[in-house]
């Protein structure tokens, strides 16, 4: 059976995952646009997107072994797209075009119904209005015994760590501060949900931490 994971999800050096006022044209909030320059510069992240070059080492390992093994994805309607509120229609597809990276099916946690969204690569977007718990238990079937990856945004993250439902934690710290947004861990006790083993690796932008139950 698969973990239910999050990994290289990044925050700042002050724990935001996002910065406040998300919009179209600046999808992680204002002030939050270095927080991932150390996966944009990976060789992983230019292959992702149809281009040549990029950074080798062990920030290029993280970013690779986040994709690895997935089976399936978790994430918010914030993470989706821009959008709030009922649908007006079908035209918005996500950030990504045509060909998603997640190559598996996506389940995407909203309050207004919608047809699943089948793209290029094997992704499929499920729109699940029943909670946190129907979308995982659909997943995991899903998922066919690989990892279940809860890709974020924060808020999705918080959910699922404050029910108990995460196995593991992999967070990236990048080396910004954005002194406000959606900050990831305030108010909860990671240690009372059951995270007692740190591993830390330290990539060449920024710093990995992965948070383990025994």
Not at 165 to 170: C, G, N, R, V
């Amino acid at each position: 059976m698969g973990k239910v994971k999050v990994t290289a999800f990044t925050i700042s050096l002050d724990g935001y995952g996002a910065g406040p006022g998300q919009t179209l044209e600046q999808p992680m909030g204002v002030g939050a646009e270095h927080l991932h320059t150390w996966m944009r510069t990976t060789k992983m992240f230019h292959q992702m997107m149809g281009k040549e070059g990029g950074t080798e080492g062990l920030d290029n390992d993280i970013a690779n072994s986040s994709m690895a093994h997935c089976g399936a994805w978790i994430m918010g309607r914030n993470m989706f797209g821009p959008i709030r509120g009922p649908w007006p229609d079908n035209e918005w597809q996500g950030w990504w075009g045509p060909e998603p990276p997640y190559h598996c099916p996506v389940f995407v946690l909203t309050n207004h119904a919608r047809e699943p969204l089948e793209m290029k690569g094997g992704t499929t977007f499920y729109f699940i209005t029943d909670g946190i718990v129907s979308a995982l238990e659909k997943a995991k079937d899903a998922a066919n015994g690989k990892d279940i990856r809860i890709g974020g945004g924060t808020s999705t993250i918080r959910q699922y760590l404050q029910a108990g439902l995460i196995d593991e934690i992999q967070l990236t710290i990048s080396p910004v501060l954005l002194g406000s947004g959606e900050h990831l861990l305030e108010g909860l006790d990671l240690p009372k949900l059951g995270f007692n083993e740190v591993e830390k690796i330290n990539g060449e932008q920024a710093m990995h931490v992965v948070l383990r139950k025994k």
